[in-house]
C-alpha cells in the first residue's frame, strides 16, 4: 500500500513555521489520523456503518479522496474531467487496502500541487461552489476543517467498532 504521506518529519511544525508549511503539516497530520482509524481491522467490519446515516470508516475514506482530487486537482489546478462524485460509497469489492492506496495517490497529488503553489493568496482555475476559484490559503484552511471533522467521525467509528482509542 502506498504510504499517506512521503513528507519525513510530519510532527506539527515549531511555532515560527512559516503559514504554508504550518498549514501542510496540520492537514497531512489530519490525513494520517483518517487513515489509521482506517487501517488494522478486517474489511467487512471497516465497511459497516456504524450509524443510521450509513457512514463507516471506509466510506470516509472514499468521501475524502473524492474531496482531495476535487479540491486540488479539480478546481485549484484545472485537472480535466468531471469533478468527482464525494458522496458514494466504497464498491463491495473495494478493498481496504485499494481505497487507502487511492487516498495516498490523491494525498500526494495534492501535496504537489501545494508544493507548486508559490503563492498562497493566488485563486485556482474554478470552483466547487457558486463563488469565484478560491485561492489555495482558503482551499488548505477548508481541507483542514474538513478532514477533522472526518477525522473526529473515524475516531467514533472506531471506537463503537472495537474500541480503539487514540491516534
Known sequence: MTSISARGDLRPPGLNADEKSTLVAFLDYLRRAVAAKASGADDAALRAAGVPSGTSLLSLVAHLTAVEHNWFSWAYAGAPGPRRDDGILPADDETAEALLGAYATAIEQSNEIIDRCED????????????????????????????????????????????????
Open 120 to 167: 498562497l493568496d493566488r485563486p485556482g482555475a474554478r470552483s466547487l461552489r457558486e463563488t469565484a476559484p478560491p485561492s489555495m490559503r482558503w482551499i488548505l484552511v477548508h481541507m483542514i476543517e474538513e478532514t477533522a471533522r472526518h477525522a473526529g467521525h473515524a475516531d467514533i467509528l472506531r471506537e463503537q467498532l472495537d474500541g480503539c482509542i487514540g491516534r
